[in-house]
Every structure is written in structure tokens, then in C-alpha cells.
């Protein structure tokens, strides 16, 4: 089993481009996450679905949308990038059923700069 | 905002000296989490505490839970040069709906061999 991959792992972007940030996961999950971790402010939660075709916004949603088409992967579009979302992405999933111990499976990151 | 509250925000200590790592929160939660973050990798979960326990170990980590002053401390042991990493805490509000943490901003272990 993968667990969790993301794709790209590096990307630098010009102001106004857009791109798109995939996460895959294979441990068949509910609920699947997008955080954003910048220096000094740890984890920050960008997006989150509870299940396929369902998203809601987290923390810092601004600049950014999800789609959720299949269970299996979680998109995260930047529609016209700026230099402040330049981060380290990370996507991670966990089961909605283990309501007791939700821990939290991570993807190895997205490293993104916005030029 | 964020709930967890980490102190230090880095340490630097010698192989074989304990570590010890605090967490402080805001409000009730349902469980208390540690995860560990290699440099340039993703998160690893190590350790679930939930709010009716007050201690639980696993290998050489301890986990310490005071819900009544809404702390947590990760206690490991003879540490090694390979547990040098960024530790955080996270939280897991009763408020909350879809399984989400609220991370610390977490702590810089430095183990020196």
C-alpha cells in the first residue's frame, strides 16, 4: 500500500498562474484533508471533505478550491497564485470510522513557490 | 487560531537524556495526538491519548494528559541522534465535525550524538 502520495512534489509558479495539487490515497478513507505549513505557524487547515462529493472550508480557505469527484482523491487548485501561498502542502486522510482514534495518515508534502 | 500551544519551541539535548515536549490547549477535546515531522518529509502519528486517560507509554514515549489544565507533555526516553525531528501536538475539539486536528506549531528536537 502507498498510503498517501501527492503530486507534484516541487513546483515555482508566476504570479496569476494556476495549478493544481493531487492527493491520492489507497486505504479507502472518508475524510481527507489539505493543510498548508508555513514557518513558525505549524499546521493550518486549508480544506477538508468528509466523504465523495462533499468539501468544506477549514482555517485559511482564501485563494483556494477543492473537489472531491472520487473517494480515493482530493484536488487543491490555486486559481491565480500569489506569492503568499507560497508553502509546503500536505495532504492526509483518515477513517471516519474510527471515531475514537481519528489519527491522521500524511502525504510526503508539496513544496510550492510562487514567484 | 491554533489551539495547541508547544513549549519549547526547540530543544537541544545529548544522546541518552530524556526529552520532554508540553502542549498546552483551549478548549474540551476528545483526544490529544503527538506526531513527529523529519525534515522535509510529511507527519507520523505516534501517539493517541484520549480525554479519560491520564497516561499511556508506547516504546520509549510517554504521554502525560491533564484535562483539567488542558496540557499534555511527551516524555522520551534515552533519546538518539535519530530522534531529531519536529514534534507536534494535536488536538481534537469535542466541537468539532469531520474528524479534524488542530495542530501546535510544534517543537525542534535536537539529539546530538
Known amino acids: 500500500n502507498a498510503g498517501v502520495t501527492q503530486t507534484p512534489k516541487f513546483r515555482v509558479l508566476k504570479t496569476g498562474q494556476s495549478m493544481t495539487l493531487l492527493c491520492a490515497q489507497d486505504?479507502?478513507?472518508?475524510?481527507m484533508y489539505w493543510y498548508r505549513q508555513d514557518p513558525g505557524m505549524g499546521l493550518r487547515l486549508i480544506h477538508y471533505?468528509?466523504?465523495?462529493?462533499?468539501?468544506a472550508k477549514g482555517e485559511v480557505p482564501d485563494g483556494y478550491n477543492v473537489s472531491r469527484l472520487k473517494k480515493q482523491n482530493f484536488l487543491l487548485g490555486l486559481e491565480s497564485a500569489a506569492p503568499s501561498q507560497t508553502s509546503v502542502y500536505f495532504c492526509?486522510?483518515?477513517?471516519?470510522?474510527?471515531?475514537?482514534?481519528?489519527?491522521?495518515?500524511f502525504g510526503p508534502g508539496t513544496r510550492l513557490t510562487v514567484l | 487560531s491554533q489551539q495547541g500551544e508547544e513549549d519549547p519551541q526547540a530543544l537541544s539535548i545529548q544522546e541518552g537524556e530524556n526529552a520532554t515536549m508540553n502542549c498546552s490547549y483551549k478548549?474540551?477535546?476528545?483526544?490529544l495526538q503527538w506526531y513527529r515531522q523529519n525534515s522535509g518529509r510529511g507527519l507520523v502519528h505516534l501517539i493517541l491519548?484520549?480525554?479519560?486517560?491520564r497516561e499511556k507509554h508506547s516504546g520509549r514515549l510517554r504521554v502525560t494528559l491533564d484535562t483539567s489544565k488542558k496540557s499534555s507533555s511527551l516524555l522520551i526516553t534515552a533519546s538518539r541522534a535519530a530522534d531529531t525531528a519536529s514534534y507536534f501536538c494535536?488536538?481534537?475539539?469535542?466541537?468539532?465535525?469531520?474528524?479534524?486536528?488542530?495542530f501546535g506549531q510544534g517543537t525542534e528536537l535536537s539529539v546530538k550524538p
Open positions: 492526509a486522510s483518515s477513517s471516519r470510522w474510527e471515531a475514537l482514534d481519528n489519527e491522521q495518515f
Open positions: 486505504m479507502n478513507h472518508e475524510y
Open positions: 471533505s468528509v466523504g465523495e462529493g462533499t468539501t
Open positions: 478548549t474540551s477535546i476528545n483526544n
Open positions: 491519548i484520549r480525554s479519560n486517560e
Open positions: 494535536a488536538t481534537d475539539p469535542t466541537y468539532n465535525q469531520g474528524g479534524k486536528l488542530i
